[in-house]
C-alpha cells in the first residue's frame, strides 16, 4: 500500500462505501400489519406496546416497564422516579447527549457536571466531589457502548442515600461485572431513536425495580389517569403524555427479537479496530472500565499531542481524506452549547424568569465552563471518533483501521 497520504495527493485508504442495510427486515412489517388489524393503535387497548415492556422486562430481569415516546422522556421518567423537584442538583457527566439533562431542567432542578477519566466515565470519588447539601440524585451515563463503574457508584449511591438513573441509550447489551447496564439504579432508561442499536423511529423504556415507581412513572407518562392501576382515569395529579403507541410497540417486538444480535455483531466489529491500533505511539483506543463489556456504539482514539506533528483537527482532515468515516470528539459536550452558555433557558420570558433553574429563586445562580471539568476538556481537545453501525462489513473495520495507521504514522513526531 501506498504511503502518500490521500490528504497530499496519494491513493484512498478506504475506495468502498461503508455497509449499509435496511434494519426492518425481521418481522417488522408483519407486526405493523398485525397491529393494525387490532383496530386500535392505543397501547391501552392494544397487545404490542404490552408485548414490547414484557420483552423488555425479560431483557433486563427488571419486573416493571413503562413504555415511552423517547431516550429523552425515559431520563425524564427517571428523574421521577428518583423524586428530583425545583432547586435540587442532579450531579451526571458533560460528554453525553442533551436528553441526558432535558428531565432535570424541565423539573426546574439544576444539572450539576462532574469529571470523567479517559474512559470517558467518573470515578465515585469525582461524582462525591460535587456532591452539596441540595443534590438529590445521580445520571450514569454508560456512554458509547461502555458501562460506568457501577460497583463504585452504587456503593457511593448506598453510603450518601443518592438514587441513581441510568441513561441506557447508547448502551444495549452493555454489561458491567456480567450485569446489564440498566439494572443497578432505581430507573433504567433505555432509547429506540433511529440511530441507537436497535429503532421504532423514536421510542423509550424505563426498567424499573419498585412497584409504587412504577405506578408512580407510568401515570405520569400518561397525564395521571391512573390507567393501569384500577384508577377512576380522572387526573389526580400532574403527569404529561409520553404514550408509545401500537406502532412503535410493534416495531420494537420485532427489534428486541434481534437485539442480542445486533450488539453482539457491534461487539465484534469494534474488537476488529484494536489490534491494529494497539501498536500505534501516542495513540489510545478507547476502552470500557475493568469489568466492562463494550457493546461499540461508537468509539474513540485519543492522542498525545506531543507524539504528532500535526494538530488533531488536521489528523481528522487526513483520515476524512483517506475515506474514513471519523469526525473529531468535540461534539460530546455540552458545556459549550449555547444553553449552558447563555443559560437562557426559556427566551420568550422576561429577564427575571428566562434563567431558571439556572438562576434560583433563593439567589442561587450556577454557570458552567471546561474549567470544572478538565480531564473532560483535555479528552474534547485529543480525541476522534466513528460510529459503528451492525451493517457495517468486517472489510470496512480493518480499512478504517489501515487507514487510521496510515495517517497516525505519517504524522508521528
Ligand atoms: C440518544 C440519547 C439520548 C436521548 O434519546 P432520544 O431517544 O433521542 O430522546 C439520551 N442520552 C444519550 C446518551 C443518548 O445518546
Same mark, same amino acid.
Given at each position: 500500500m501506498s504511503t502518500q497520504l490521500a490528504i497530499d495527493g496519494g491513493p484512498k485508504t478506504k475506495t468502498t462505501p461503508y455497509g449499509s442495510h435496511n434494519?426492518? /427486515?425481521?418481522n417488522e412489517l408483519d407486526y405493523l400489519r398485525q397491529a393494525l388489524e387490532q383496530g386500535t393503535l392505543f397501547y391501552g387497548h392494544g397487545s404490542w406496546v404490552k408485548r414490547a415492556c414484557q420483552m423488555m422486562a425479560d431483557y433486563t430481569g427488571r419486573p416493571y416497564v413503562v413504555p415511552c415516546t423517547s431516550g429523552s422522556a425515559a431520563i425524564h421518567l427517571g428523574l421521577i422516579a428518583a423524586g428530583i423537584g425545583p432547586g435540587d442538583e442532579v450531579i451526571t457527566t458533560p460528554n453525553t447527549d442533551s436528553g441526558t439533562v432535558l428531565g432535570i431542567i424541565e423539573e426546574g432542578a439544576v444539572p450539576v457536571f462532574c469529571d470523567c477519566g479517559d474512559h470517558l466515565q467518573p470515578t465515585a470519588a469525582a461524582i462525591e466531589a460535587k456532591i452539596t447539601a441540595r443534590t438529590r440524585a445521580i445520571v450514569v451515563v454508560h456512554l458509547a457502548g461502555c458501562p460506568a463503574p457501577m460497583n463504585e457508584i452504587m456503593a457511593l449511591s448506598q453510603a450518601r442515600n443518592l438514587p441513581v438513573v441510568e441513561d441506557v441509550a447508547q448502551s444495549w447489551g452493555t454489561t458491567f461485572q456480567g450485569q446489564r447496564a440498566g439494572t443497578f439504579g432505581i430507573a433504567g432508561c433505555f432509547s429506540t431513536n433511529d440511530?441507537?442499536?436497535?429503532? $421504532?423511529?423514536d421510542g423509550g423504556f424505563v426498567a424499573l425495580a419498585d412497584e409504587a415507581l412504577y405506578r408512580r412513572v407510568s401515570n405520569y407518562a400518561d397525564k395521571h389517569y391512573d390507567r393501569l392501576f384500577g384508577g377512576a382515569l380522572m387526573q389526580a395529579h400532574h403527569g404529561l403524555n409520553y404514550r408509545m403507541t401500537e406502532l412503535q410497540g410493534a416495531v420494537a417486538a420485532a427489534q428486541l427479537e434481534q437485539v442480542d444480535g445486533v450488539t453482539a455483531r457491534h461487539h465484534q466489529l469494534g474488537e476488529l479496530l484494536r489490534p491494529e491500533i494497539g501498536a500505534i505511539p501516542g495513540l489510545r483506543m478507547l476502552a470500557p472500565v475493568p469489568g466492562g463489556y463494550n457493546t461499540y456504539w461508537w468509539t474513540a482514539w485519543f492522542i498525545e499531542? /506531543? #507524539?504528532?506533528?500535526? $494538530?488533531r483537527d488536521r489528523l481528522v482532515e487526513a483520515l476524512r481524506a483517506e475515506g474514513l468515516a471519523i469526525g473529531t &470528539? /468535540?461534539? &460530546?459536550?455540552?458545556?459549550? #452549547?449555547g444553553l449552558f452558555q447563555q443559560r437562557v433557558v426559556r427566551p420568550w420570558l422576561d429577564d427575571a424568569r428566562r434563567h431558571y433553574p439556572f438562576d434560583q429563586p433563593d439567589g442561587r445562580s450556577y454557570h458552567y465552563s471546561h474549567d470544572q471539568v478538565p480531564n473532560h476538556k483535555r479528552l474534547l481537545d485529543t480525541g476522534f471518533m466513528m460510529s459503528i453501525k451492525a451493517w457495517h462489513t468486517d472489510a470496512d473495520m480493518c480499512e478504517t483501521a489501515a487507514g487510521i495507521r496510515k495517517v497516525l504514522t505519517a504524522f508521528q513526531a
Open positions: 434494519r426492518f /427486515q425481521g440511530f441507537k442499536h436497535i429503532s $421504532t423511529g499531542p /506531543q #507524539s504528532f506533528r500535526v $494538530t &470528539y /468535540q461534539r &460530546y459536550d455540552l458545556i459549550r #452549547s
